[in-house]
């Protein structure tokens, strides 16, 4: 009786192995500057608040353009 048990688990082991032996694609994304550009308007727009609305208004700028070629990077990764 522990033969066949034995037999039973070495083929379930197998065929689970079996499994891991083929990986899956991985799909990496492009690298792109536009977090650390977000960030750096974040911080624009942050001091422009203690300092001067022109630095608060190149913030929302950087903001803006930086928000536009993240999602436009997300849009064409999918592609």
Avoid at 14 to 40: D, F, G, H, N
Avoid at 59 to 74: F, K, M, N, P, T
Wanted: with cysteine; charged share 15%; glycine share 6%.
């Amino acid at each position: 009786m522990t033969n066949n048990n034995e037999s039973r688990d070495q083929a379930r082991n197998a065929s689970a192995s079996a499994a891991w032996i083929t990986p899956r694609p991985q799909i990496i994304p492009r690298p792109t500057y536009s977090p650390a550009v977000m960030a750096l308007a974040i911080v624009c727009l942050l001091w422009g608040l203690l300092t001067s609305y022109l630095i608060s208004l190149l913030g929302a700028v950087l903001l803006a353009v930086s928000l536009a070629g993240w999602i436009g990077e997300l849009r064409h990764e999918r592609q």
